[in-house]
């Protein structure tokens, strides 16, 4: 299994903040720092990998489809927070509208199995485009970024690929940059900073 880059960093570099009521289903009494929501949130992360790892050896489970992503979510975040799974009930300043969520995420997966069928861009770029998509459309009040990064790598997996490397090692605060930066531009509708950053 891969080491998934966690990314983890203080809310000013890059993380979505979470509204008042997100922030209350937080399931951990202890944690009172940002270093221990990273503690807790990386164990219930890697403990979520292990369930996908599994899941990808089955060849009737679909890797990129709604049901895949929303217990994948639950599964790197249920120890922690309460929402672990369900999709954002708030508006925030970056993914579309909360009510847009669920058709979102149906046009997506509905492209990756036609650029699937047809070909239309090679397995890496697949894998980015629907990585770089799920950030975009921003589905969970948060975790986005990393439950996203799994499930490019599982579809990798699925389809004979290897996972990312998500950037040169140590992942630290320049390799967050370079891979937000990289984010950035594929909004902007290039992704190929994004393409050459995940195997960097």
Known sequence: MADLPLFQEPLDAGQTPLDPDEARGLKLGWVATRADLNDAEGENILQGMRWANTQVRKRDVVVHGE???RQLHERMFNQVWEWAGRFRQTERNIGVAPYQIAMQLRQLFDNVSAWQEFQTYSLDEQAVRLHHQLTFIHPFPNGNGRCSRV???MFLLR???KPFTWGPPPHGAQ???DYLNAI???DAGDVSPLLAFVRS
């Open 67 to 69: 049901a895949f992503l």
């Open 151 to 153: 499930m490019a790598d």
């Open 159 to 161: 389809n004979g690929g």
């Open 175 to 177: 390799v967050r940059q």
């Open 184 to 186: 950035r531009r594929a």
